[in-house]
T-cell receptor, first 116, second 111 residues
Framework: GAGVSQSPSNKVTEKGKDVELRCDPISGHTALYWYRQSLGQGLEFLIYFQGNSAPDKSGLPSDRFSAERTGGSVSTLTIQRTQQEDSAVYLC??????????????FGPGTRLTVL | ELKVEQNPLFLSMQEGKNYTIYCNYSTTSDRLYWYRQDPGKSLESLFVLLSNGAVKQEGRLMASLDTKARLSTLHITAAVHDLSATYFCAVDINSGYALNFGKGTSLLVTP
């Protein structure tokens, strides 16, 4: 596709429910990133994929958060037993090649998650 | 712990004026990024600065990087309303992936 796409664009859920957020990176991009944007914390790095592997999961806030990537393309971020503090905009980004000196991360439109 | 500090956080300026946004970071890095975010929209890449002394310009925006001072600036020349947005700087501390963002500078350009 032309850019990074994410779905759903908005998600409202009740506390304690599980949610899945999806990201479709730019075709051909091998690296994929998840970030979270909230008023209190700003933009935070969550996890990074190179291909289907996630070498660094240290940004995930708790063990309720997990992510996977299949076929070197689509990624899903899953939040189990959602809490109100999980409310934020979840942004996905992709880049052509990790750590290339001129590489840029291209961001998707985000999923706004509201936990009631 | 890496800290990325932007100032000012809020900026209201008149059309036609010049101003500079500053981005300081606390750990050595030779890669710095500037992004723009319009309300309700995602992040748009503006500049990638890859070495000390790097300067890039696009339209009324010019970004520079001083790695020794750990400082980047985003200079706005003759501002126009269309530049109203939030501007973020981000630093890659040689991980090759995780960007550490500043809190953003919310810019409003008024007639």
């Amino acid at each position: 596709g032309a850019g990074v796409s994410q779905s759903p664009s908005n998600k409202v859920t009740e506390k304690g429910k599980d949610v899945e957020l999806r990201c479709d990176p730019i075709s051909g991009h091998t690296a994929l990133y998840w970030y979270r944007q909230s008023l209190g914390q700003g933009l935070e790095f969550l996890i990074y994929f190179q291909g289907n592997s996630a070498p660094d999961k240290s940004g995930l806030p708790s063990d309720r958060f997990s992510a996977e990537r299949t076929g070197g393309s689509v990624s899903t971020l899953t939040i189990q037993r959602t809490q109100q503090e999980d409310s934020a905009v979840y942004l996905c980004a992709s880049s052509l090649v990790r750590a290339a000196t001129t590489d840029t991360q291209y961001f998707g439109p985000g999923t706004r998650l509201t936990v009631l | 712990e890496l800290k990325v500090e932007q100032n000012p956080l809020f900026l209201s300026m008149q059309e036609g004026k010049n101003y500079t946004i500053y981005c300081n970071y606390s750990t050595t890095s030779d890669r710095l990024y500037w992004y723009r975010q319009d309300p309700g929209k995602s992040l748009e890449s503006l500049f990638v600065l890859l070495s000390n002394g790097a300067v890039k310009q696009e339209g009324r925006l010019m970004a520079s990087l001083d790695t020794k001072a750990r400082l980047s600036t985003l200079h706005i020349t003759a501002a126009v309303h269309d530049l109203s947005a939030t501007y973020f700087c981000a630093v890659d501390i040689n991980s090759g992936y995780a960007l550490n963002f500043g809190k953003g500078t919310s810019l409003l350009v008024t007639p």
